[in-house]
């Protein structure tokens, strides 16, 4: 950490500096990896870790906000593809030198896309065999709606394993809606059963400590729930509680709501015009469950702004949901919608939110058909 600040403080010009709007682009000082001089001090540090410490293998961690100027990332992929061409033959090197295999993985952005705009050419990089291992998550937040399936057709037939990232909250409201409690073992489950059941090997473990309020005084204890989530059998026997919500809704660090660092609007709503008659809309959630061999499911969703007299037309996967299936709490007093602010260390804290909510409930026991 201390040597890779000061080689940016020292060289301000191999920095990258962001010319799109947000705070957030304002803040880090990323190195620009079109200069020469950035990838050799990259692959310098890997060489000092691999030849003074009996290193088990390397990660590249790709989590910042760009590596390149915007828009640049896919005519310059080529320059980070040789780096990372370069660290592999190191590696191979030093393992022969040491008589066993060390190990290359990379923690990438949560979408191939992602990954392609910010000129990461993973998929070349996995075909080639540079990489043992992937692991594609976001920077923060846990996501079961992620396309991990496409991820798995990439690494099924190769050497390369997935491991995606487990996160410790779902999305930047959650982050804040309860006071930072982590994910509870039934949500760690049902995003670990998704991963599995989208073709994972394994599963990456990133910041699970950082909700320190609630855990710290249970470690190591918390991590004992790593035993059950590594056991795919086992996670498929428990229960298993799917949370789908907006990544970013109501963060605008980054220029726009719901924009996360790589641009793209990370917040999936379903909005209804109230000027339009009949207004209708889909939410997509991915559900690798089989729901006929479930003792019972229930499906739960928040209404915003909604009124007591609006009526609304439910159905799961093309399938109508009976009004007698169909539940109704009260409105929640309980404020539901988050804003943030930075306090002088650069931390986000919560501020005064409005907001209300209706939830609507269905008994899952008879699901829809598929």
Request: glycine share 10%.
């Amino acid at each position: 950490g201390v040597g890779i600040a000061e080689f940016i403080d020292s060289h301000p010009h191999l920095q990258l500096h962001d010319p799109r709007p947000g705070q957030n682009y304002q803040e880090p000082e990323p190195l620009d990896f079109t200069f020469e001089e950035v990838r050799d001090f990259t692959f310098g540090v890997v060489e000092d870790a691999a030849s003074r410490f009996d290193i088990d293998g390397v990660e590249l961690c790709f989590r910042d906000t760009a590596y390149f100027p915007p828009d640049q990332g896919t005519a310059r992929a080529h320059l980070m593809t040789d780096l990372v061409q370069k660290i592999r033959a190191r590696l191979n090197e030093r393992g022969e030198e040491i008589g066993r295999k060390l190990v290359l993985g990379a923690r990438l952005y949560s979408t191939t896309g992602e990954c392609v705009s910010q000129g990461l050419n993973v998929s070349g990089w996995i075909q080639e065999g540079l990489l043992d291992y992937v692991s594609p998550q976001d920077t923060m937040y846990a996501d079961h709606n992620l396309p991990y399936p496409e991820w798995s057709a990439l690494t099924r037939d190769t050497a390369c394993m997935l491991y995606p990232g487990l996160h410790p909250w779902t999305s930047y409201p959650a982050r804040y809606r309860l006071g930072r409690i982590p994910l509870s073992h039934a949500t760690c489950r049902a995003l670990v059963h998704t991963m599995y059941s989208a073709g994972a090997d394994g599963v990456s473990v990133y910041n699970h400590f950082v909700s320190s309020v609630w855990q710290q005084p249970f470690y190591p204890q918390a991590m004992q729930v790593f035993h059950q989530l590594r056991d795919p059998d086992r996670v498929a026997r428990g229960e298993r509680h799917y949370i789908f919500d907006p990544t970013y809704g109501g963060f605008t660090g980054f220029g726009a709501d719901g924009k996360c660092g790589t641009g793209l609007i990370k917040a999936q709503q379903l909005r209804l015009d109230r000027s339009q008659s009949n207004a209708t809309g889909q939410f997509r959630f991915q559900l690798f469950e089989n729901l006929q061999n479930a003792y019972g499911a229930t499906l739960l969703f928040r209404g915003f702004g909604m009124t007591g007299s609006d009526e609304l037309e439910v159905r799961l996967n093309g399938h109508m949901i009976p009004d007698d299936r169909v539940g109704r709490t009260a409105s929640s007093d309980r404020a539901t919608t988050v804003d943030s602010a930075r306090d002088k260390d650069g931390r986000n804290i919560p501020c005064t939110a409005q907001g209300g909510r209706i939830d609507f409930r269905r008994n899952a026991e008879n699901p829809a058909p598929a």
